[in-house]
């Protein structure tokens, strides 16, 4: 049972503009939550992260937004950037006791010249 | 910076094959965790470990088993290799923090 979801597998935004790559988690539980950014042939790279405590966590051209009544959090990337083409991984876990993460099955980002 | 090292990028096997997938760690991490990555399923638990000598089954633990004699050594096991683990593979460490680390995967094809 997947328990965070990135329910769009794909997404294409030009240069300049806003992307917004989107993720749901079902576990009431979790209580922090990371973005993982993937090149092909390369493992995740940690971007941003956000605890629960908070609604917004910013980081230069990144910024995550967490809506915990929701269970949705969303990340924004403005001005998008070419480099930025990658995969897009939102994980979740849980502060106290085993931290684990649980990933949703990640969004491709094209970002078009 | 953590650096986490994977002891292939590309490996081909053959069904029935038992195959080590070795990941080395240098930051000291207490924390190592094994994944595979398929299209369209994200990224998925097979093994991990908190300490040396100790593991722990993750989401996705049956065809595979790990060692860890040393804490910057995590090593994945295919007893018997079948074309259904035929996949990317994901090593990462991690410390007190929530934040994994992660190698550059193993792409491993069983013909």
């Known amino acids: 049972d997947q328990q965070v979801k990135q329910n769009s597998p794909s997404l294409s935004v030009q240069e300049g503009r806003i992307s917004i790559l989107n993720c749901d988690y079902t576990?009431?539980?979790?209580?922090?939550f990371l973005w993982y950014k993937k090149y092909p042939a390369e493992g995740p790279t940690f971007l941003i992260s956000?605890?629960?405590?908070?609604d917004k966590n910013e980081d230069g051209r990144f910024t995550v937004f967490l809506n915990k009544s929701a269970k949705h959090l969303s990340l924004h990337i403005v001005p998008s950037q070419p480099g930025d083409s990658a995969v897009y991984f939102c994980?979740?876990?849980?502060?106290?006791?085993?931290?684990?993460?649980?990933f949703g099955t990640g969004t491709r980002l094209t970002v078009i010249p | 910076d953590v650096k986490v090292t994977q002891s292939s990028r590309y490996l081909v096997k053959r069904t029935g094959e038992k195959v080590f997938l070795e990941c080395v760690q240098d930051?000291?991490?207490?924390?190592m965790f094994w994944y595979r990555q398929d299209p369209g399923l994200g990224l998925r638990l097979i093994y991990f470990?908190?300490?040396?000598?100790?593991?722990e089954k993750g989401d996705i633990p049956e065809g595979y088993s790990v060692s860890r004699e040393k804490k910057e050594r995590f090593s994945l096991i295919l007893e018997s290799a079948s074309t259904n683990q035929t996949s990317m593979y994901l090593c990462?460490?991690?410390?007190?923090?929530?934040?994994?680390?992660f190698g550059p995967g193993t792409r491993l094809t069983v013909t």
């Open positions: 470990s908190y300490d040396v000598k100790m593991k």
């Open positions: 930051m000291d991490h207490e924390n």
């Open positions: 956000i605890s629960s405590i908070k």
């Open positions: 990462a460490s991690s410390s007190g923090s929530i934040e994994q680390y």
């Open positions: 994980a979740a876990s849980r502060q106290t006791g085993a931290n684990n993460l649980f």
């Open positions: 576990n009431s539980m979790f209580d922090y």
